[in-house]
């Protein structure tokens, strides 16, 4: 299995930026997939961003394409997603997650506890 753990959500005012990190221990060779999904209240979770830990190869939802940027430290483990020109409508918990095939929304079976990002007009 894999343990996930998030960390750098807050509270800004619009146009800001934030950096959420999500730190990976345990069996994390075995889940190559790692992802940012974010739940705003009364709403379902949704998908921010991926990455094939390997391959390298980076996802973005149409929201936040040009504005967030994924990044990875390998030796620590850790996936970043920093985020630029924060709007109102990204406040929500944002969550990491982890899965077998980075590609497969539907795969991404571990989560962290999530972090709050709230974003003021």
């Known amino acids: 299995q894999i343990h996930l753990v998030e960390s750098g959500g807050g509270l800004v005012q619009a146009g800001a930026s934030l950096r959420l990190s999500c730190a990976a221990s345990?069996?994390?060779?075995?889940?190559?997939?790692r992802a940012w999904w974010r739940q705003a209240p009364g709403q379902a979770r949704e998908f921010v961003a991926a990455v094939d830990w390997n391959a390298g190869t980076k996802y973005y939802s149409a929201d936040v394409q040009g504005r967030f940027t994924l990044s990875k430290d390998n030796s620590k483990s850790t996936l970043y997603l920093q985020m630029n020109r924060l709007k109102p409508e990204d406040t929500a918990i944002y969550y990491c997650a982890a899965a077998r095939v980075p590609t497969v929304w539907a795969d991404y079976g571990y989560w962290g506890q999530g972090t709050q990002v709230t974003v003021s007009s």
């Open positions: 345990g069996d994390s060779f075995s889940y190559p997939g």
